[in-house]
């Protein structure tokens, strides 16, 4: 309204006034008049009417609709969710409670309740009827069908809670008594058999402010309902509840076993019947989870599994644009998009099915109008999957463009790899046998499937990090029977690892999603079942590793990384140092043979000059055995000049000098002015103090650049305060310009 006003040369304040008035029905013969609650006949028109009456107050926060409403009859995160469309009061004390914060006079309340009674009613009276599982649609027959609910079982007892919260025994319905009753049997349920104190259930039922007869309630209504399960089926434990259900006898466990039978059938490419199967999983939601039930934490768990449906929404949304049905499900997401206008992931899709439809315009119309949205409502950008859709649209990207679908035959030719990526050990490698036994023993607890372990080795470059993670690898291989996979993040996006590992597990390609959450989610479901061992290579930092981390115990990760992973939670630090003088002596003589008579002391001062820095003696070495010539005191002799030893130190590929360049060129402008200041000292060997002194600064501060430098690799922690600038680095830093 401003931008308009300003190009038609108006008064911006009369503009806004007048647009104002418009919007709370008092500009007479304009805007839309209100509501009429005689017209309302679903669930839907009820929440498009509660919506527009909120648009006719003028949108007040919901804080300002929970004080309306008055103390405890709308509480801000229900108005919230009734405002989005994922809920409508549960009861007419909570309507009216809506209407008052609306500033609906009182008078027109009984028409609404009555609105509201006659969308509930008809929500119940049109519940699908079950339908047992379908079989899957054949392969290039795609079709879009709505979800499917699988019928109740006709033995045993089955529980529901994704919805109306209700029992069966034998196929007939059982009466679950009072709300609070039914908050006790869902707070159980959603448990899956774990037990649940008497405190947690009254926290559960009550909250903050519990009834003095709590705990004699709680003992009630878990008396009621043993009475009316089997044997068994509701036990007390130490005080506390359970409710012991075999597999797949309540909505929650099937929708979670057919949610990963989906996963399955879509990491073998075969979307068909990964669709049917979410589907089924959708179909299991009957409106508002736990509608009805009173309580903070069934508040919680509606907000959980709510989110959870959406989640699975989406990606059944994702595989219907994979089986080439964009047509058919843009008017889906714009309703959903409607509904929840600030999920940036049905946005996403909504822009790709507009695309692939030709709308070209349109999907750029849909990125503009949630770019605006979120700068408007929260101040914030786009997320850059989004952001990067949009760029891609604007220059017709071809990848958007629908690609065959591969048949099920072919992707499960190839849906069980067993990747064996792990390099092979280096042939010479000695030492490290300290450090080595450490990280078989953090790894190998992935065997009794307590935890995911995750071992983190860091140290200066060349340091042999990798050699090392390489070993530790092929010395725990046998603990990883379904496969080991490598990935090298040194020059490579998450986005692109991520896609390299799922191709390496045997996900299809096509069936890779584009965004780097997606990929992450799908690549944790490949791994889900598996005892796989990931090693990642040069890592940058914690979080590169995250979206690389699986959930699956089981599995075990080995990272590599110049930088110490100390925000890496749960990880197992392990910093590798240089060599002893034993163990860079005996890899020098590994590679070299043993030193003529008289050249024993000429070769401990090739490593020495080296600073025992495994990288550096392989450089030496190699160069020394490529040049057939020289003696072991040539090669000295060639070190000793300190001004030209990093030019020395290279033999093909393997050279130093690129290592430490690539170090100190991930410093910040801040680290890297204290690496050289530090470095112009004479002495390598620093105090705190002394490291003050040359910074300018106080103690603290030099602590933490200090610190910092230990953390990329360029600098030496000694203990008590001291610190030592690596050999190697010291002179890299000799030759750079002073601060």
């Known amino acids: 309204m401003r931008a308009y006003a300003i190009a038609c040369g108006a008064s911006v304040d009369t503009a806004m006034d007048l647009w104002r008035q418009a919007r709370r029905g008092r500009l007479r013969g304009a805007g839309p008049a209100p509501p009429s609650p005689q017209d309302i006949d679903g669930v839907e028109m009820l929440r498009a009417g509660l919506r527009e009456l909120y648009e006719l107050a003028g949108r007040p926060s919901v804080r300002v609709m929970e004080e309306r409403a008055g103390a405890g009859r709308l509480p801000h995160s229900t108005a919230h969710r009734i405002l989005l469309g994922r809920t409508v009061p549960r009861d007419a004390h909570q309507l009216t409670g809506f209407l008052t914060a609306c500033l609906v006079a009182s008078s027109e309340h009984p028409a609404w309740v009555a609105a509201w009674q006659r969308a509930r009613g008809k929500q119940q009276d049109t519940a699908p009827s079950p339908v047992p599982l379908q079989r899957r649609v054949p392969h290039g027959r795609a079709t879009l069908a709505a979800p499917v609910r699988p019928s109740v079982p006709a ?27 039914r908050a006790l049997l869902a707070a159980l349920v959603l448990r899956e058999g774990r037990t649940a104190t008497a405190a947690e259930l009254i926290d559960a039922l009550w909250g903050d402010e519990p009834p003095s007869q709590a705990l004699a309630a709680v003992r009630t209504y878990a008396s009621r309902l043993r009475k009316m ?28 076993h057919l949610t990963r039978q989906a996963e399955q059938m879509r990491i073998q490419g075969d979307l068909q019947h990964a669709r049917t199967l979410l589907r089924h999983a959708l179909g299991l939601w009957e409106g508002e989870p736990l509608a009805g039930v009173p309580g903070p934490y069934a508040e919680t768990q509606r907000v959980r599994l709510e989110e959870w449906r959406l989640q699975l929404l989406e990606t059944r949304l994702d595989m219907d644009l994979a089986c080439g049905l964009h047509a058919d499900v843009v008017a889906e997401l714009i309703a959903l998009t409607s509904a929840y206008p600030l999920r940036e992931r049905l946005r996403e899709l909504l822009m790709l099915a507009l695309y692939r439809g030709g709308r070209q315009a349109e999907a750029l119309a849909v990125y503009a109008d949630i770019r605006r949205l979120l700068a408007d409502e929260l101040g914030v950008d786009p997320r850059e999957g989004l952001t990067r859709l949009q ?32 390099p092979p050990a ?26 995911l372990p995750v071992a983190a080795v860091c140290g200066p470059g060349g340091v042999g990090k990798t050699a090392l993670a390489v070993q530790a690898g092929h010395a725990v291989a046998q603990f990883f029977p379904d496969g080991h996979l490598y990935l090298d993040l040194q020059r490579t996006t998450p986005e692109a690892a991520l896609a390299a590992a799922l191709q390496a597990l045997g996900v299809a390609e096509t069936v890779v ?50 930088r110490r992973m100390i925000d890496l939670a749960g990880a197992h630090l392990v910093e590798l140092d240089v060599m002893s003088p034993a163990e860079a002596l005996q890899l020098f003589t590994r590679i070299v043979g043993r030193p003529q008579s008289g050249e024993h002391g000429s070769a401990r001062y090739v490593i020495a000059a080296c600073g025992f820095l495994p990288l550096a003696i392989r450089a030496a070495a190699c160069r020394l055995v490529a040049r057939q010539a020289w003696t072991v005191s040539d090669l000295a002799d060639k070190l000793a000049d300190e001004d030209s030893r990093l030019d020395e130190l290279r033999a093909g590929d393997v050279a130093v000098r690129p290592v430490i360049e690539d170090s ?59 610190y030592q600038v690596p050999l190697l680095a010291w002179l890299y830093a000799r030759a750079l310009p002073c601060p």
């Open 426 to 451: 280096v042939p010479d490698f000695v030492g490290r046998s300290d450090v080595l036994a450490e990280l078989t023993g953090v790894l190998t607890t992935a065997a009794a499937g307590e935890s």
């Open 664 to 722: 100190y060129r991930q410093l910040s402008a801040e680290q890297a002015d204290s690496f050289r200041t530090l470095s112009s000292s004479a002495d390598s060997f620093l105090s705190l103090q002394q490291a003050a002194c040359l910074l300018g600064c106080s103690v603290a501060d030099a602590e933490r650049l200090s610190e910092s430098l230990v953390d990329a690799g360029l600098l030496t922690s000694i203990g008590g305060g001291a």
């Open 229 to 256: 399960m089997d044997p068994g089926t509701l036990v007390s434990e130490s005080g506390g509840y359970a409710i012991r259900l075999p597999g797949q006898a309540c909505d929650v466990t099937m929708a979670m």
């Open 391 to 422: 760029q891609r649209i604007l220059r017709a990207d071809p990848q958007l463009a629908l690609e065959a679908m591969p048949s099920p035959t072919d992707a499960q030719a190839v849906s069980f790899i067993r990747p064996a990526q792990l």
């Open 155 to 181: 033995s045993g007892l089955y529980a529901a809670v994704l919805g109306p919260v209700r029992l069966w025994q034998e196929g007939e319905p059982l009466s679950t008594g009072s709300p609070q009753q």
């Open 513 to 562: 999603p584009a965004g780097l959450t997606e990929r992450s989610a799908l690549y944790r479901s490949a791994l889900h079942g598996r005892r796989v061992l990931v090693v990642l290579d040069h890592a940058k930092d914690a979080a590169q590793v995250q979206w690389l981390l699986p959930a699956a115990r089981g599995c075990a990760v080995l990272v590599t990384s110049r």
